[in-house]
């Protein structure tokens, strides 16, 4: 008779190390605005014009217009530069239309090789102190660069900061089989980024 864990090892190692940082003080945000780092409103605004933003795309015309549009609440359309990787349709021509910079590839190369090509045609490393990679079908929120630029100000050996996903959800009764995959991915997000991630990214862990 086989048996079998419901949880990995690894989901195991890395909830217990979520755990130990949820008791962790020194682990908590030291800021609820930029006053209290004296951080001034002049500060901010010139690392967010240091602010580079990579959007590897393939054929991603129905979402990609959302998600740009959430960007430009952050930083200005010329910071943001978007990656045709052998797309098919419209996906360059709209990010053109919004006022990114454009970097078509065909055939496709893949997203790692595209967020490589980016960096290498737009000279990223050498233009910007701050790159953000991000995905064509996700939604930002206004205040997104910011806080992780306070983080990033308030603390200069921070390197790295991974930001939090959230499915969206409706609301409805009785319940539909439509939103089924929907709260699938939801549950998903949940379990992998307070079980996995929260735990990855505890500095004392460094991983």
Not at 28 to 57: D, H, M, W, Y
Not at 145 to 170: C, E, H, K
Not at 189 to 200: A, M, S, V
Request: with cysteine; proline share 5%.
């Amino acid at each position: 008779m086989k048996s079998g864990f419901p949880f990995s090892l690894t989901m195991v190692v890395w909830s217990i190390a979520g755990i130990v940082r949820l008791f962790d003080r020194k682990d908590k945000p030291k800021f609820s605005g930029s006053e209290q780092l004296n951080i001034t409103a002049e500060q901010l605004v010139a690392a967010r014009q240091r602010v580079a933003v990579l959007l590897p795309c393939y054929n991603e015309e129905l979402v990609l217009p959302g998600s740009i549009e959430s960007l430009l609440r952050n930083v200005p359309a010329h910071q943001i530069f978007v990656g045709a990787d052998g797309c098919t349709d419209r996906t360059a021509e709209i990010a053109r239309t919004f006022g990114c910079q454009v970097l078509e590839i065909n055939p496709g190369q893949g997203k790692a090789s595209m967020l490589e090509a980016l960096i290498h045609h737009f000279n990223i490393l050498d233009r910007f102190d701050y790159v953000m990679m991000a995905d064509a079908d996700a939604i930002f929120g206004p205040e997104y660069v910011i806080n992780a630029l306070l983080m990033f100000l308030q603390d200069p050996s921070i390197a790295a900061i991974a930001g939090y996903a959230r499915t969206p959800w409706r609301k409805h009764w009785p319940p539909n089989s439509r939103m089924f995959f929907v709260g699938y991915r939801a549950r998903l997000y949940r379990i992998l980024q307070w079980l996995l991630t929260f735990g990855w990214t505890w500095r004392k862990i460094n991983a």
